[in-house]
């Protein structure tokens, strides 16, 4: 095996098929336009796609062995054309470019034939792939053609780039033209351009982790809650480009940091619920992830409370129920509980969409093993008043984008003007 590509390569490449049409030479102008463009290219040549540029033309200009052989050969002396691990080349593409694509080309990648090096590393991408075919006018024409392409053109993340109507190199006119390496170019950027994201430049408020609620100045109630869901759905958040502000009481685990993350800790559920309430307005969402204890203590001893043979009675009052408080002052945002439970999670969700004037409840069973709480896994339902869904187990960094796609597609809800609660702001 020659040269085995990486997948964490630092500077994943285009893989650029060239199979056997006689617009082959226009492939060596399309990799100068990918180079400038600021792209690493490497050359897989189908064994037409060879008989019209040599593999030597494409390592000149790609500095790197042009691709050949899905099979290494032992009798094989040819310094610029060679064989690869085809799995770990298409894993490590960021695009699978065809140009030009064959008739040939066409209908095996249709059918999901792999018999030489392309085809298969087709098979074996997750990569984006456009084909920019080019054939004669009949050819192109052909019922075989029209179906193959119009099977291709329904697969996701695959784009054609139609050939152009002209004088063709056969001497015929019509459509069947490569387009010009500009345009396949072009549509290539925009195959590499991520999807535009719902959150891009909203504001979400995130809170996270326990709280913590003095009983004298060395003890205090709070939970096993880690945090991790919440600083999951923080750096979740930031990566689809919001604004976030996290609201996080004291926890061991790391919270993220992105610029696009301020950070806010807080200590008790006071702290935690009147930070929420003044930043509330100026947001468009409210993820509220924090296990936010229920009561304190209502008087905190002032000195360290001393052993004694006696009872110790002690008088706990409610917190502040922040879910019910930001959902009493919603306006135009979309807001999100969690509800903990110890059994199905599923009623007591849906009782507090509805109590709350929460847009979506995400309900987990704290009590199942290796899930929920201070676990690096979770597994939850998501409760909203249209829907009921189920996430099965899953890392909480996968369940936080699942989320939020779950939140990007609630309906908004109508703007209303705010009503006063029971906190300043
Ligand atoms: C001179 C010449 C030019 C050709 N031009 C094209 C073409 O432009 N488009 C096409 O689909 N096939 C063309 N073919 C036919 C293909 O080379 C043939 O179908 C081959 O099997 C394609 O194999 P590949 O797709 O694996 O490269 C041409 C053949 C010859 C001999």
Excluded at 257 to 268: G, N, R
């Amino acid at each position: 095996m020659a040269d085995a590509a990486s997948p964490s390569d630092r500077n994943p490449p285009i893989l650029l098929g060239v199979t056997g049409g006689v617009a082959a030479y226009k492939a060596c102008e399309l990799v100068r336009q990918l180079q400038q463009r600021g792209h690493r290219v490497r050359v897989i040549l189908t064994r037409g796609g060879a008989r019209f540029v040599s593999p030597l033309t494409f390592a000149a200009l790609t500095g790197e062995p042009a691709l050949t052989r899905l099979f290494a050969s032992a009798q094989s002396g040819e310094a610029f054309a060679s064989s690869i691990d085809h799995i770990a080349l298409a894993q490590s593409a960021k695009a699978l470019v065809v140009a030009p694509a064959t008739a040939h080309c066409l209908a095996k990648l249709a059918h999901g034939l792999a018999d030489d090096l392309l085809s298969t590393v087709y098979l074996a991408t997750s990569a984006p792939v456009i084909l920019a075919p080019s054939m004669n006018v009949n050819m192109w024409r052909h019922p075989a053609t029209q179906a193959n392409l119009q099977a291709l053109a329904r697969r996701p993340g695959l784009a054609i780039v139609a050939p152009e109507a002209g004088y063709l190199a056969c001497g015929m006119v019509g459509e069947g033209r490569l387009a010009e390496p500009a345009e396949i170019a072009a549509a290539i950027e925009t195959a590499l351009r991520p999807p535009a994201s719902a959150w891009a430049g909203r504001t979400i408020l995130i809170t996270a982790g326990p709280t913590r609620e003095p009983l004298d100045p060395v003890r205090y109630f709070s939970n096993r809650s880690s945090g991790r869901m919440g600083f999951a759905l923080a750096r979740a958040a930031a990566q689809q480009g919001a604004r976030v502000q996290l609201i996080f009481g004291p926890t061991t685990a790391e919270p993220p940091a992105d610029p696009a993350i301020e950070l806010v800790p807080v200590t008790t559920a006071e702290e935690m619920a009147a930070q929420a309430v003044a930043r509330f307005a100026a947001c468009d969402a409210a993820i509220l992830a924090a296990a936010v204890a229920d009561y304190r203590p209502a008087q905190p001893a002032t000195g360290k409370i001393k052993k004694s043979s006696q009872p110790l009675h002690l008088e706990l009052l409610p917190t502040t129920d922040i879910l019910a408080e930001l959902g009493r002052r919603k306006t135009h945002q979309l807001l999100v509980g969690f509800a903990a439970e110890t059994g199905n999670p599923r009623a007591a969700a849906r009782a507090k969409l509805a109590a709350k004037n929460a847009d979506l409840i995400v309900g987990n069973d704290v009590a199942q093993p290796g899930v929920g709480f201070d676990s690096a896994d979770n597994a939850v339902v998501l409760v909203s008043a249209a829907d009921e869904t189920a996430l099965p187990r899953a890392s909480k960094d996968h369940i936080a984008g699942q989320i939020l796609a779950a939140i990007a597609a609630l309906p908004r809800p109508v703007p209303v003007p705010a009503k006063s609660g029971g906190l300043r702001a």
